[in-house]
């Protein structure tokens, strides 16, 4: 979850600066950062509302899954059905994207 906060993982948009990927763009087309992946990214639409319907919320806000409890839980339960920010996902994706 820090690394999320803090913006370095295997996102596009950190390994884009670094020069380990050519592009920055999530599979969706919008730069791909932990705010996207967390609360806008219309691919992982679904997952997103199972994680509101846990946290009994009609919004998603970045304080409010980083920096409480349940909202870390519910956080971590999305990352682990999702994959997403994991090393798995980005050369899944990198493999797409080829």
């Known amino acids: ?50 994680l509101k319907d846990k946290l009994a919320t009609n919004y998603l806000l970045l304080p409010l899954l980083l920096n409480t409890t349940l909202g870390i839980e519910a956080s971590i339960a999305y990352l682990s059905k999702t994959k997403i920010c994991t090393r798995k996902y980005y050369l899944a994706r990198e493999l797409v994207d080829d």
């Open 1 to 50: 979850m820090d690394l999320l906060k803090i913006r370095y993982s295997y996102l596009k948009s950190y390994l884009y600066l670094l020069g380990y990927t050519s592009t920055n763009k999530c599979i969706c087309g919008a730069k791909e950062t932990s705010k996207h992946l967390l609360l806008n990214c219309s691919y992982f639409s679904l997952a997103r509302n199972k």
